[in-house]
């Protein structure tokens, strides 16, 4: 049973382009979050996914966008990097059917992106 | 507003050893989730243990238990026989609100405590 994945792993970019991050669920799950880990902070929630629409969003500018597919896979979208763009990208699949009281989210092992 | 608070920016124990990692959370939606995660060096956040604030008795998994103090929102991890492979980051995170078809579940999550275990 595969986990969450994603890609790339690592990823370098100057500033004002453009970046995809992309990441699969968990076998199972049909909800996807993103979030976004700078250096030496805790994970910052992003928004989430849920039957292919934004569900919920947190405090980030219309820079970053995203999209789910029908096979629950997702994508986060930033355009014009900045330089404090540069971060850990995680992704987080859980189930909204099957997840039991804690409602659990498993986390891939994230894309490091370095904006220079 | 909800927040997370770790105020242990980094803690050292020894092996085979207890520690505690302090968390304390605000909120005021009664229903809620506690979560402890560790991060290792490659990034990847794991699942340790979980607290709903309806639940009566703290949760423990294994060498894992969650001194649950409602009262005075704190949610603090206890590792038992601390091992090498401990050492690692520990995030405190919460989810507000209820679980139920349709909610969110968005995380929150404290700065995090580096614990590292000595031989």
């Known amino acids: 049973d595969a986990g969450v994945t994603q890609s790339p792993t690592h990823l370098i970019k100057t500033r004002g382009q453009q970046v995809t991050l992309r990441c699969s669920p968990k076998s199972g799950h049909d909800t996807v979050s993103w979030y976004q880990q700078a250096l030496g902070q805790g994970p910052q929630f992003i928004f989430q996914y849920y039957e292919e629409e934004e569900r919920q969003r947190g405090n980030f500018p219309d820079r970053f966008s995203g999209h789910q597919f029908p096979n629950y896979s997702s994508e986060l979208n930033v355009n014009a990097l900045l330089l404090g763009d540069s971060a850990l990208y995680l992704c987080?699949?859980?189930?909204?059917?099957?997840?039991?009281?804690?409602?659990?989210?498993?986390f891939g092992p994230g894309t490091r992106l370095t904006v220079l | 507003a909800q927040k997370i608070t770790q105020t242990q920016p980094g803690m050292f124990v020894q092996e085979k050893e207890a520690v505690t990692l302090d968390c304390t959370y605000d909120t005021s939606d009664p229903s809620y989730g506690l979560f402890w995660y560790k991060q290792p060096s490659s990034g990847e956040m794991i699942f340790l243990i979980y607290q709903g604030s309806y639940d009566q008795q703290n949760a423990t998994e294994g060498r894992y238990s969650l001194n649950f103090q409602k009262a005075r929102k704190s949610a603090n991890l206890v590792i038992s026989a601390s091992q090498l492979g401990d050492s690692a980051m520990y995030f405190c995170?919460?989810?507000?609100?209820?679980?139920?078809?349709?909610?969110?579940?968005?995380?929150?999550f404290g700065t995090g405590t580096l614990l590292a275990v000595q031989p």
């Open positions: 987080a699949s859980s189930s909204r059917l099957t997840s039991g009281k804690k409602n659990e989210q498993f």
């Open positions: 995170a919460m989810r507000e609100g209820p679980v139920y078809g349709g909610a969110t579940n968005k995380l929150i």
